[in-house]
């Protein structure tokens, strides 16, 4: 429950410090005085829209801090703990907001972002606002209300999930298939250029082979030249290399008692001989050996020009013509088995889709069952405020034609005011005050099955009157009773049947304006209950006729 709120430089409010109890704590005032500012400041500690002109005049920033005990609420002490932020059995909401429009969210200390504010917020209190009665016009809000006040929120969210993995597969399934042409087509290319590298029968390294073969085919004949001459210089027996050293070896042989350095010469020269002749008959064996083979030449240039060709095709080096045939048999497998793959992807869809309509129609019967209950409950608190002709159907119509990730069902309220009339939609029937009341009671019907503590009721008492009003009362007051009720009202049955009374003023001069807010008590209570019945003139019979109400209210 909401123990303490704090509000600071928020509108009209320069500080406040506000003590709750358990009960109804109903929240009065003048017209115009701030009654609604408490609401909206604990609206910001819950992760509302913060607007920058909200902070008071001549302020820098302003701050909201709510505190609630939590000792009592399992799902908010799960989700603390969860995300690391439990710290006993009080939980510290926090908003702060700056004038130049920013603002920053805390729980217990610990900065958040405002989505886990309004998730946590969620779990602590649940307001109903003074307009609640317009959102029934919209059948969207039927369905959150039933499904609210049936409490299936894991059947809703597998639901949620089959009805996405089935889209998915859908989708999938029908990609597949519009693009059934273009994959027979990628197919087609596929296994043609395959085919064209297959036939190539590439081995690995082969291309580097084949062009060095080919350099010194190309070559071969100037090759042989040059060794044939090379041969011819090393043997002519006048003009050779051989002859050549083997006469200075002679006149350096015949000279006696030579110097070192002529028989270094002559080592030398006997070595070169030795060499020269070696290299006369590694060259004389390879003219010997060689073999001119034009064909072979012819068939290397035509195959190393089936590589280039199919290369520049695809527009890349010789060198990942490997890769590319790699590349292109991995994509045909993966469209290979185009047939096989379409039937699995229908298939898939087909299961999908029946998995999600088995969990939907599951949802419809739990929705079934909840509205029958719902709408016998509204219809009691309807007689109980005085609209006794008025009949509330809940309809449940199959609409599996139009699925959604809500499920298969068209929900909408109906209503009939008069005897024997059927009933239609509630904006074609229901007056104004009639919608009020229909609110109301689908309002303290839901809020009797909340597994929120803190219920906060923002003037829902609006075109409701008399005795009407004195019921309406009582039943916030039952409510009340079972947990904790914050009620904003101008009705004085209303406001007689609080457990505490807090009267809001707005106090004001030349420079600005404050709202205060009192806590009554005793003869203060009587004296605002009589001002909201007779206004600013009070007479005895209205401060009488106060006295008793709250004598009656206990």
């Given at each position: 429950?909401?123990?303490?709120?704090?509000?600071?430089n928020?509108?009209?409010v320069?500080?406040?410090?506000?003590e709750?109890?358990?009960?109804?704590?109903?929240?009065?005032?003048?017209?115009g005085?701030?009654?609604?500012?408490?609401?909206?400041?604990?609206?910001?500690?819950?992760?509302?829209?913060?607007?920058?002109?909200?902070?008071r005049?001549?302020?820098?920033?302003?701050?909201?801090?709510?505190?609630?005990?939590?000792?009592?609420?399992?799902?908010?002490?799960?989700?603390?703990?969860?995300?690391?932020?439990?710290?006993?059995?009080?939980?510290?909401?926090?908003?702060?907001?700056?004038?130049?429009g920013?603002?920053?969210g805390?729980?217990?200390?610990?900065?958040?972002?405002?989505?886990?504010?309004k998730?946590?917020g969620?779990?602590?209190?649940?307001?109903?606002?003074?307009?609640?009665?317009?959102?029934?016009?919209?059948?969207?809000?039927?369905?959150?209300?039933?499904d609210?006040?049936?409490?299936?929120?894991?059947l809703?969210?597998?639901?949620?999930?089959?009805?996405?993995?089935?889209?998915k597969?859908?989708?999938?399934?029908?990609?597949?298939?519009?693009?059934?042409?273009?994959?027979?087509?990628?197919?087609?290319?596929?296994?043609?250029?395959l085919?064209?590298?297959?036939?190539?029968?590439?081995?690995?390294?082969?291309?580097?082979?084949l062009?060095?073969?080919?350099?010194?085919?190309?070559?071969?004949?100037?090759?042989?030249?040059?060794?044939?001459?090379?041969?011819?210089?090393?043997?002519?027996?006048?003009?050779?290399?051989t002859?050549?050293?083997?006469?200075?070896?002679q006149?350096?042989?015949?000279?006696?008692?030579?110097?070192?350095a002529?028989?270094?010469?002559?080592?030398?020269l006997?070595?070169?001989?030795?060499?020269?002749?070696?290299?006369?008959?590694?060259l004389?064996?390879?003219?010997?050996?060689?073999?001119?083979?034009?064909?072979?030449?012819?068939?290397?240039?035509?195959?190393?020009?089936?590589?280039?060709?199919?290369a520049?095709?695809?527009?890349?080096?010789?060198?990942?013509?490997?890769?590319?045939?790699?590349?292109l048999?991995?994509?045909?497998?993966?469209?290979?088995?185009?047939?096989?793959?379409?039937?699995?992807?229908?298939?898939?869809?087909?299961?999908?889709?029946?998995?999600?309509?088995?969990?939907?129609?599951?949802?419809?019967?739990?929705?079934?069952?909840?509205?029958?209950?719902?709408?016998?409950?509204?219809?009691?608190?309807?007689?109980?405020?005085?609209?006794?002709?008025?009949v509330?159907?809940?309809?449940?119509?199959?609409?599996?034609?139009?699925?959604?990730?809500?499920?298969?069902?068209?929900?909408?309220?109906?209503?009939?005011?008069?005897?024997?009339?059927?009933p239609?939609?509630?904006?074609?029937?229901?007056?104004?005050?009639?919608?009020?009341?229909?609110?109301?009671?689908?309002?303290?019907?839901?809020?009797?099955?909340?597994?929120?503590?803190?219920l906060?009721?923002?003037?829902?008492?609006?075109?409701?009157?008399?005795?009407?009003?004195?019921?309406?009362?009582?039943?916030?007051?039952?409510?009340?009773?079972?947990?904790?009720?914050?009620?904003?009202?101008?009705?004085?049955?209303?406001?007689?049947?609080?457990?505490?009374?807090?009267?809001?003023?707005?106090?004001?001069?030349?420079?600005?304006?404050?709202?205060?807010?009192?806590?009554?008590?005793?003869?203060?209570?009587?004296?605002?209950?009589?001002?909201?019945?007779?206004?600013?003139?009070?007479?005895?019979?209205?401060?009488?006729?106060?006295?008793?109400?709250?004598?009656?209210?206990?």
């Amino acid at each position: 429950m909401l123990t303490h709120l704090s509000v600071q430089n928020f509108t009209l409010v320069d500080l406040l410090e506000l003590e709750l109890q358990q009960g109804m704590t109903v929240i009065t005032g003048e017209t115009g005085a701030g009654k609604s500012i408490l609401l909206d400041a604990l609206g910001l500690t819950l992760g509302d829209r913060a607007e920058s002109d909200r902070v008071r005049q001549g302020r820098e920033r302003a701050d909201i801090c709510a505190t609630f005990n939590v000792s009592d609420i399992p799902a908010a002490q799960a989700w603390l703990d969860r995300h690391d932020l439990d710290s006993g059995e009080e939980c510290l909401l926090r908003r702060v907001v700056t004038r130049d429009g920013r603002s920053r969210g805390y729980i217990n200390g610990q900065p958040v972002p405002l989505a886990q504010l309004k998730e946590l917020g969620e779990k602590l209190i649940d307001i109903h606002g003074q307009h609640a009665h317009q959102s029934l016009l919209r059948k969207d809000n039927h369905r959150h209300l039933l499904d609210d006040y049936a409490a299936h929120p894991q059947l809703l969210q597998t639901t949620r999930e089959r009805y996405q993995v089935w889209q998915k597969a859908q989708q999938a399934f029908e990609q597949w298939r519009d693009n059934a042409e273009e994959i027979t087509a990628r197919t087609q290319l596929l296994r043609y250029q395959l085919d064209e590298l297959e036939a190539l029968a590439l081995e690995p390294g082969e291309l580097e082979k084949l062009e060095q073969e080919q350099r010194e085919l190309a070559s071969a004949e100037t090759i042989l030249q040059a060794g044939q001459g090379v041969v011819q210089m090393c043997e002519d027996d006048e003009a050779g290399l051989t002859s050549a050293i083997s006469r200075a070896l002679q006149q350096l042989h015949r000279l006696r008692d030579k110097p070192d350095a002529l028989q270094i010469a002559e080592d030398l020269l006997q070595s070169a001989q030795i060499q020269i002749q070696e290299a006369q008959h590694e060259l004389t064996l390879y003219i010997d050996s060689f073999e001119m083979d034009p064909q072979r030449l012819a068939w290397i240039d035509e195959r190393l020009g089936s590589c280039y060709d199919i290369a520049r095709k695809h527009r890349i080096d010789t060198g990942e013509l490997l890769a590319l045939q790699q590349s292109l048999t991995e994509e045909l497998q993966q469209l290979g088995g185009d047939e096989q793959q379409l039937d699995q992807l229908e298939e898939a869809a087909r299961q999908a889709r029946a998995s999600y309509l088995e969990s939907a129609e599951k949802l419809s019967g739990k929705r079934r069952l909840a509205a029958e209950r719902l709408q016998k409950a509204i219809n009691n608190q309807l007689q109980a405020l005085a609209m006794k002709n008025a009949v509330l159907a809940i309809s449940l119509q199959s609409n599996a034609g139009q699925p959604g990730s809500h499920g298969i069902d068209d929900i909408e309220f109906l209503i009939s005011t008069n005897p024997g009339q059927k009933p239609k939609a509630l904006a074609k029937v229901a007056s104004g005050g009639e919608l009020s009341r229909i609110s109301l009671a689908i309002q303290v019907v839901t809020a009797q099955s909340s597994t929120t503590p803190t219920l906060v009721f923002d003037e829902v008492d609006v075109g409701i009157g008399g005795a009407t009003a004195d019921v309406v009362g009582e039943l916030l007051r039952t409510l009340g009773e079972q947990g904790q009720v914050l009620c904003v009202t101008h009705l004085p049955q209303v406001a007689s049947k609080g457990h505490q009374h807090l009267q809001v003023r707005k106090e004001s001069d030349q420079a600005s304006a404050q709202s205060t807010l009192t806590a009554l008590e005793g003869d203060e209570k009587i004296m605002e209950i009589a001002r909201m019945m007779g206004g600013l003139q009070m007479t005895k019979q209205t401060i009488a006729h106060a006295r008793e109400m709250l004598e009656l209210a206990g």
